[in-house]
């Protein structure tokens, strides 16, 4: 029989083994939510670590969202930079490519080495701004990158302090080495064409249930209405699904994010798409954050998929996910899947194009 003596010290043992965990989970950000990821983070911890070195903090808001309230030491550098008019193609708000989106992040005082905070407001949809920046970065494949949780709010909610200007930081060059970019993040509509019957891909339409069953129209770049419905095969999980509620606009916890999920089969590649690739992007955000890594954003979306004259398939029938169980065991579902490359061979489908 245990000794009183040594109860103590396996109690002490103990207690000091928690206190360690949390002390690393508070480090890393998991802390918060108990993400497997330290991607998103809360005020709480971007007070502990926004002075170390190396970070930089970037509010993404557009300036018809400001509110005269920045992070200290915050630099200004709105997502919409790093998008541009596709005015040959009649698309609107696509990625500027990787060339012109480094020299907007050197521009905006942002090295290839830095720890890299977004944020946006709740005003500013709950994090589906700073989601596109996270995304570009990703796809240039920049290793340090966090995003607050409910932007601004989050950090004054955490007793943080504001001030009324953004910082400014000297220009610096980053470069990203070419085979580190992550480009098979980005998609295009001729490949999803090419894998609708393909039982290694997954197609999320993210918009409101409304636009995924035609009962909302999308708004052609220039002017007139998209092909109503969605990309077929695709289900709806709406961008907005992953928030507590609409109100606070607050990022679920792990065990919600993983009820919202329930049924995407992490071995196989998941496609998100919206209207203009912004929510989408967002999307995408909620999925790294759970620890997915075979998912592709089709940034130009239904502004390219639904036009009248791409002669894309379109449906309005609902479609479910076959699955039930949460999406756990990530890695190693990662681990054992065949990943197929976009250069990779066409799968035979069976959907009769309906453009015109």
Known sequence: MSSPRSSRFIVIAIILLI???????????KANGGYPTDILIDGAWLKAHKDDPGTIIVDVRQDKYLDGRFIPGAVRLPYSEFQVDDTANGIGSVFVGATPAQEILGKAGISREDTVILYDSVKR?????SSYLFWVLDYLGHKNVKVLNRGIDGWVDAGGEVTEAAATAEPVLYQAPADEFKT???TTGEFIRSRLSDPHYLIMDVRSPAEYLGEKANGMFGGGPLKLGHIPTAINIEYKSAWVDGETKAI???AGLLETYRGLDPSKTIILYC????????SYLMLRIMGFEN????EASYYEWGRPDKFFPVELEVNKLSGVDLPTNLKKAHGAVKKTGEKGGPA?????????
């Open 275 to 282: 209207h203009s690739g912004r929510r989408a992007s967002f």
């Open 19 to 29: 206190g360690t965990f949390w002390a690393f989970s508070s480090a890393t950000g």
């Open 252 to 254: 679920k916890d792990y």
């Open 295 to 298: 998912v592709k954003v089709y």
């Open 348 to 356: 035979k489908g069976g959907y009769v194009s309906c453009g015109g």
């Open 125 to 129: 949809d709950g994090g589906a701004t």
């Open 184 to 186: 098979s993040i980005l």
